[in-house]
């Protein structure tokens, strides 16, 4: 039956608001949109009144790690625990996330392809879940960032076979440490971990097998290594510099800042457990990594809304503090939204499935009490998010 939601707030996601308007939906899709009363055959509709809420494209959140549990600690956590009991908490931060309003996500490293069999059990309907794009192990070097749980490869060929192996395992990206990171103990987050050549073995090979590449990236010299090779995303960006930002620019590659995960390290602190380390590396490079942030924006490089959920206390299903850290550091409401929904598509390559509240698109989307566009706080707080739909199906309450 096709059902009608009318009477409603309409942030499409592709920069327009109706503000008295109604969706149809009918078998998992968005059949249209209109302002005012519906005026087509009521014949078979299902009418809902949704009272004035607004309705808004199911959010996406482009760097999350759902086998991580965000305690102070997590990727040492992660790898000492069965991989049984690591997919069976997967999967209820998945839930989490979902109950959140975040519909998709993109996973950027677990252990031994857990997050495959997460997301072939959402897509067979054998459990409820976010939609889900993952990229199995991150391929490091020997010694580096992930090592503990990642696929480790050093020099060109290593990278390519390790390349092949994520790809024939399912993955649907491929991950690639450009550079050190916060959370791996001993790491020096700036330092370029991948030479110039191994960087663009690994893009060649994963983009010869049609599959799209992210690398993790903290500094000047690692996002510039990480671009010349042909990436298409770079996560964190730390450091991005005006000849970095406008390359990005030029060439279309993605921006995943991920403000949450330091913001919740030097928040909570060695208070809450976190190690000094963590803490102390999170703050030296913090300020660093807002201006790049900033400098990106003013430069018209394309943004998506990541967290780097599952690190310390950046926990699943409140995924949208980042809209809200966006905002705080340049964009407008509707630019963050948009980061987390039509940008969002467009990274994942699913800009003609979801990410907006337009016909012939999946019917992703929530219900939400008031108006995120003149507080988006309101994502945040879960008594205000008054329903979530995936493919048309209720999924919360």
């Not at 060439?251 to 919740?264: I, K, Q, W």
């Not at 964009?331 to 509240?357: C, D, H, K, N, R």
């Amino acid at each position: 039956m096709k059902r009608l939601f009318q009477n409603a707030r309409i942030i499409d996601g592709l920069g327009d608001v109706i503000e008295k308007g109604w969706v149809l939906v009918h078998q998992g899709l968005f059949q249209g949109t209109g302002h005012n009363d519906y005026e087509g055959d009521p014949a078979g509709i299902e009418v809902v009144d949704v009272g004035g809420k607004t309705i808004l494209p199911g959010l996406i959140d482009c760097h999350v790690h759902l086998a991580l549990d965000g305690s102070p600690d997590p990727i040492g956590k992660l790898a000492d625990i069965p991989d049984a009991d690591a997919v069976l908490a997967m999967a209820s931060f998945g839930m989490n996330t979902l109950r959140s309003g975040f519909t998709t996500v993109r996973d950027l490293g677990c252990k031994n392809f857990i997050d495959v069999s997460l997301r072939n059990a959402v897509d067979s309907g054998a459990i409820k879940g976010p939609r889900i794009a993952c990229s199995g192990q991150m391929i490091c070097i020997t010694g580096g960032h992930g090592r503990n749980i990642g696929c480790i490869a050093d020099g060109e060929d290593a990278v390519r076979k390790a390349v092949r192996t994520q790809v024939g395992a399912g993955v649907d990206w491929i991950k690639l440490m450009a550079t050190g990171g916060v959370l791996t103990r001993g790491g020096v987050p700036g330092m370029p971990h991948y030479n110039p050549a191994e960087l663009r073995a690994g893009v060649e090979e994963a983009h010869k097998l049609h599959v799209r590449t992210a690398a993790h990236s903290q500094s000047v010299e690692g996002t510039r290594n990480a671009l010349n090779a042909g990436i298409d995303t770079i996560e964190h960006g730390v450091g991005l510099d005006e000849e970095l930002v406008e390359e990005m620019a030029k060439r279309g590659t993605f921006l995943v800042p991920t403000l949450s995960a330091p913001v919740n390290i030097m928040e909570k602190g060695e208070a809450a457990g976190i190690p000094r380390e963590f803490v102390e590396k999170s703050r030296r490079v913090f300020d660093e990594h807002v201006a790049g942030v900033q400098r990106a924006m003013r430069a018209g490089v394309k943004i998506a809304m990541g967290t780097d959920a599952g690190t310390p206390f950046n926990i699943h299903g409140e995924n949208a503090r980042e809209l809200v850290l966006l905002r705080e550091y340049g964009f407008s409401p509707y630019e963050a939204i948009q980061s987390a929904t039509s940008w969002a598509a467009e990274l994942l390559g699913m800009e003609e499935q979801i990410g907006a509240v337009s016909a012939g698109r999946t019917a992703d989307f929530l219900l939400v009490d008031g108006n995120p566009l003149e507080d988006l706080s309101i994502l945040m707080d879960s008594s205000r998010i008054h329903a979530v739909y995936k493919g048309g199906r209720l999924v919360q309450p």
